[in-house]
C-alpha cells in the first residue's frame, strides 16, 4: 500500500486562500478517480471534490464555487485549490487515488490526512 503525501495545509483566515497537494507519484499502476475528502472530530469522513480519469469533476454542494480540483496524470499528483475559506471548511483534508492495472480496478491508496484550520 502506497501512502501519498499531502502538503500544503494550515492556519489561513477567513476569505483566505489554500492549495493542497497529494503527491501520488510512488504509485506503480494507472491512476483512475482522485478524490479530496474531510472530516470533523465526531463527524463522518465526507467527500468534497472528485475528478476522474478523464477530467471530470464534481463538488459537494457546500463548496461549489469556492473550491477547484485539478490533476497531473504524469506526476499522478491530485490538487484543490480553495478561496473563499470559511470557518465551516476547517477540517482535516485527505486525498484519496484509485488506481487500475490495465482495465481491473484493484484498488485505492489514501494519504495520511492535513489540517485546514480557518480562523480569525
Known amino acids: 500500500q502506497v501512502r501519498l503525501v499531502e502538503s500544503g495545509g494550515g492556519l489561513v483566515q477567513p476569505g483566505g486562500s489554500l492549495r493542497l497537494s497529494c503527491d501520488g507519484s510512488?504509485?506503480?499502476?494507472?491512476?483512475?478517480?482522485m478524490r479530496w475528502h474531510r472530516q470533523v472530530p465526531g463527524k463522518q469522513r465526507e467527500l468534497v471534490a472528485a475528478?476522474?480519469?478523464?477530467?471530470?469533476?464534481n463538488y459537494a454542494e457546500a463548496v461549489k464555487g469556492r473550491f477547484t480540483i485539478s490533476r497531473d496524470n504524469v506526476q499522478k499528483t491530485v490538487y484543490l485549490q480553495m478561496t473563499g475559506l470559511k470557518p465551516e471548511d476547517t477540517a482535516v483534508y485527505y486525498c484519496?487515488?484509485?488506481?487500475?492495472?490495465?482495465?481491473?480496478?484493484?484498488?485505492?491508496?489514501w494519504g495520511q490526512g492535513i489540517q485546514v484550520t480557518v480562523s480569525s
Open positions: 475528478i476522474s480519469e478523464r477530467g471530470q469533476t
Open positions: 484519496s487515488i484509485g488506481v487500475r492495472a490495465g482495465r481491473e480496478p484493484i484498488g485505492t491508496h
Open positions: 510512488a504509485i506503480p499502476f494507472t491512476a483512475t478517480d
